[in-house]
């Protein structure tokens, strides 16, 4: 799975992933676009999914009409260490995900 994460992101998360493709909104030179722009770019690369932390992210978009799937972390603290234990709900998550939808981890 081809996989863009958010600016947001620690850049680390990425070795996280070794299975699926994981590029960073930085080395595409999308830092700084709006989640719609971003969106759209993604889709335009080809791009399966975004992982972000971006909470706005779940309310600034039509979940009806995502260009692609969006994975919304939401950890009680957003240290590489919080975000590597989420890892396996993050595998399984992208192993079950549909095309276009949106899945918070934990769910709220």
Known sequence: MKILLDENMPLKFRRLLPEHEAITV?????????????LAAAAEMSFDALITLDVGM?????????PVSVLLLRPD????????????????????????TFVSIPEK
């Open 26 to 38: 930085e080395y595409m030179g999308w830092k700084g676009l709006r989640n719609g722009k971003l």
């Open 58 to 66: 779940s309310e600034s978009q039509n979940r009806g009409s995502l």
């Open 77 to 100: 603290r957003t240290d590489l260490e919080s975000l590597t234990a989420m890892i396996p709900a993050v595998l399984s998550a992208l192993g079950r995900m549909k095309p276009r």
